[in-house]
């Protein structure tokens, strides 16, 4: 079996099933696996096991190369060395291909790892969602969840984190804080993965009072932010052109403990010049930029 599902709720199980149903809607349904092939990934049908070890050193290897001949020298080293890739070989592939884009090879890829024996994880189909969501391809996105579903996956923190990512992305901001309600209701807790992706959507769609309700969320939370989630704020208010805010931002950031980084300094630079603002406050970010400065503001 593919794994075992455990809902909160029915609500949580019907309110889902109208997530994928939504999703499917955006595009013409498709197979979410078409029939093609890469030959050198047949191979892998006839891989044998081999030592834990020594599985687990090559496809670390693996991990970390993201072009495709590097990865295809790896893969063909596994085979030399009779080893048979496993379901974080698979991940790795998946995840390698699917954020760079190469949606068709990821598809190819996935088909004949499941092919030599391999079976999927929730990590795999959190790496589907989130390859198909960057890639706007929301009617395999549906089909994705549908089959989690049918197959009784929960939803992770991860999952849920793709789908409100890809609403954002879309533009979508009711569905995207439709599912950030449903996160809530099923008590899984958002971090800052979920926050930037809100704030990252708002600052897109000019929506500065909607910034203001994530920054509550976090007021009313015991949420540990991060530099990531500080230069998402920083970008979003330049973006809708509240420097005042965005300046502001650095006074959040002392009480954090969190120093300003180079993204931080170049962000709030940027805006301001569009304003065509370089006074004071742009020299003081030049200089913090550069190391020559040592106060946060």
Same mark, same amino acid.
């Given at each position: 079996?593919?794994?075992?599902?455990? $809902?909160?709720?029915?609500?949580?199980?019907?309110?889902?099933?109208?997530?994928?149903?939504?999703?499917?809607?955006?595009?013409?349904?498709?197979?979410?696996?078409?029939?093609?092939? =890469?030959?050198?990934?047949?191979? *892998?049908?006839?891989?044998?096991?081999?030592?834990?070890?020594?599985?687990?050193?090559?496809?670390?290897?693996?991990? %970390?190369?993201?072009?495709?001949?590097?990865?295809?020298? $790896?893969?063909?080293?596994?085979?030399?060395?009779?080893?048979?890739?496993?379901?974080? $070989?698979?991940?790795?592939? %998946?995840?390698? *291909?699917?954020?760079?884009?190469?949606?068709?090879?990821?598809?190819?890829?996935?088909?004949?790892?499941?092919?030599?024996?391999?079976?999927?994880?929730?990590?795999?189909?959190?790496?589907?969602?989130?390859?198909?969501?960057?890639?706007?391809?929301?009617?395999?996105?549906?089909?994705?969840?549908?089959?989690?579903?049918?197959?009784?996956?929960?939803?992770?923190?991860?999952?849920?984190?793709?789908?409100?990512?890809?609403?954002?992305?879309?533009?979508?901001?009711?569905?995207?804080?439709?599912?950030?309600?449903?996160?809530?209701?099923?008590?899984?807790?958002?971090?800052?993965?979920? %926050?930037c992706s809100l704030i990252r959507a708002y600052g897109r769609a000019d929506q500065v009072k909607k910034i203001e309700?994530?920054?509550?969320?976090?007021?009313?939370?015991?949420? $540990?932010?991060? =530099?990531?989630?500080?230069?998402?704020?920083?970008?979003?208010?330049?973006?809708?052109?509240?420097?005042?805010?965005?300046?502001?931002?650095?006074?959040?950031?002392?009480?954090?403990?969190?120093?300003?980084?180079?993204?931080?300094?170049?962000?709030? =630079?940027?805006?301001?010049?569009?304003?065509?603002?370089?006074?004071?406050?742009?020299?003081?970010?030049?200089?913090?930029?550069?190391?020559?400065?040592?106060?946060?503001?």
């Amino acid at each position: 079996m593919l794994g075992s599902w455990v $809902t909160s709720s029915n609500i949580i199980y019907s309110e889902r099933k109208k997530i994928f149903k939504y999703v499917q809607s955006l595009g013409k349904p498709s197979l979410l696996l078409p029939s093609k092939c =890469i030959s050198w990934f047949s191979k *892998f049908v006839f891989f044998l096991v081999c030592f834990p070890s020594r599985r687990i050193k090559l496809t670390r290897f693996h991990h %970390l190369h993201l072009r495709f001949a590097e990865m295809e020298s $790896t893969l063909l080293e596994m085979l030399s060395e009779d080893c048979k890739p496993d379901v974080w $070989t698979m991940n790795s592939t %998946l995840r390698a *291909f699917g954020s760079s884009g190469q949606i068709e090879t990821m598809e190819s890829c996935y088909e004949k790892f499941q092919a030599s024996g391999i079976s999927p994880n929730i990590k795999t189909y959190n790496i589907l969602l989130d390859s198909y969501g960057k890639a706007k391809m929301y009617e395999k996105m549906g089909a994705v969840m549908e089959y989690m579903q049918k197959y009784y996956y929960s939803w992770t923190i991860v999952t849920y984190n793709v789908v409100i990512d890809a609403f954002g992305r879309a533009g979508d901001l009711e569905q995207m804080e439709y599912i950030f309600r449903l996160m809530k209701s099923d008590r899984i807790k958002p971090n800052c993965v979920t %926050l930037c992706s809100l704030i990252r959507a708002y600052g897109r769609a000019d929506q500065v009072k909607k910034i203001e309700t994530v920054l509550r969320v976090v007021e009313n939370s015991d949420i $540990t932010l991060d =530099i990531v989630f500080f230069n998402c704020l920083v970008d979003a208010y330049g973006r809708v052109g509240r420097l005042a805010e965005m300046w502001d931002v650095l006074n959040m950031m002392k009480e954090e403990q969190i120093r300003p980084d180079k993204v931080t300094c170049t962000t709030m =630079i940027k805006w301001f010049l569009v304003k065509g603002i370089d006074d004071h406050r742009v020299q003081y970010l030049r200089d913090l930029k550069d190391g020559r400065s040592t106060d946060n503001k």
